[in-house]
């Protein structure tokens, strides 16, 4: 139930291109969900998040789509760059009954290349 | 943005001895600190919430006189992990929430035990 599923494992997109992670979750009480990204031996960055009141935020190149229905919340990278490469979590959490605690994806690793 | 910090980045340290980790919110007070481990190529597992003043929860699992936490002030959180054996070697971060709810990473601290 408070699990939150991420794929792909890894992920390798051309320079240029777009990268897209996606995540489902079960937990229908969960009102917010983040994305972190995390660079090797560094703690995870918060990049952009978003609430299920919306089906799309965008934040410079980052966008957040959202489908409640399916439960369903992806990562795009738009003109995805090699400083892009990372690994990248998807979480969740619920102001009721979670605790206030994030639940995170299992990662994945996005290499971009040249 | 908030600012997390950890000290110290990384230490070794023989088995049977305790080390401290310090994680500081250095420009918004954090009611609530949560201490995390990640194990290589892995996601974050939680092991416990703090809130100042008051005694942690720990996970399921995790030990909680193993690995002690302090929240003494709304700035500092602290870990010590008591008689660290060479299976406590991990990567451990820790985390601040602010009032509006969002949730900052420190940059992490690699401990090796001997």
């Known amino acids: 139930q408070q699990q939150v599923k991420q794929s792909p494992q890894s992920l390798i997109v051309q320079k240029g291109g777009i990268s897209i992670i996606n995540c489902a979750y079960e937990?229908?009480?969960?009102?917010?969900f983040p994305w972190y990204q995390q660079f090797p031996g560094k703690g995870p960055a918060l990049l952009i998040a978003?609430?299920?009141?919306?089906s799309e935020k965008k934040e410079g190149r980052f966008t957040i789509s959202f489908n409640k229905s399916a439960k369903q919340f992806s990562l795009h990278i738009m003109d995805s760059q090699p400083g892009d490469s990372a690994t990248y979590f998807c979480?969740?959490?619920?102001?009721?009954?979670?605790?206030?605690?994030?639940?995170f994806g299992t990662g994945t690793q996005l290499k971009v290349e040249l | 943005g908030a600012v997390v910090s950890q000290h110290p980045s990384w230490v070794i340290c023989k088995s049977g001895t305790s080390v401290k980790i310090e994680c500081r919110s250095l420009?918004?007070?954090?009611?609530?600190m949560f201490w995390y481990r990640q194990f290589p190529k892995q996601s974050l597992m939680l092991m416990a919430t703090?809130?100042?003043?008051?005694?942690?929860?720990?996970e399921q699992g995790v030990e909680k006189d193993k690995f002690l936490i302090n929240h003494a002030s709304l700035t500092l959180s602290t870990l010590t992990v008591t008689s660290a054996h060479p299976e406590d070697s991990s990567f451990y971060i820790c985390?601040?929430?602010?009032?509006?709810?969002?949730?900052?990473f420190g940059p992490g601290t690699r401990l090796t035990v001997t």
């Open positions: 985390s601040a929430r602010d009032q509006t709810g969002r949730q900052y």
């Open positions: 937990n229908t009480a969960f009102d917010y």
């Open positions: 978003i609430r299920p009141d919306v």
């Open positions: 979480a969740a959490r619920s102001a009721a009954g979670g605790g206030n605690k994030l639940t």
């Open positions: 420009d918004f007070q954090a009611t609530t």
């Open positions: 703090s809130n100042e003043g008051s005694k942690a929860t720990y």
